[in-house]
């Protein structure tokens, strides 16, 4: 379920070797966390959001992640690192 929400989060922020994304994702008492940020290129800034649910399954875990994920992304914008 934590690997699920990870790859949700990095599918909505369009995360790949260009750019500074992060998601990290943990599960305590059938509960998952989940964090995502994205850092501008030269790392001076960093834009993070987070969120819980209870009782995950691949679908809400799934949810989560592109839920957190889009609003990190909607925040910061696009942040690909120059060539």
Do not use: F, K
């Amino acid at each position: 379920m934590a690997v699920t929400a990870e790859r949700g989060a990095m599918l909505a922020l369009e995360g790949s070797c260009r750019t500074a994304v992060g998601a990290y994702a943990v599960i305590e008492n059938d509960r998952l966390s989940l964090t995502a940020e994205i850092l501008s290129p030269d790392g001076s800034a960093r834009w993070r959001h987070s969120g819980e649910i209870d009782a995950p399954d691949t679908e809400t875990a799934h949810d989560l992640g592109v839920r957190i994920g889009e609003a990190v992304h909607a925040e910061a914008g696009d942040q690909e690192l120059p060539a």
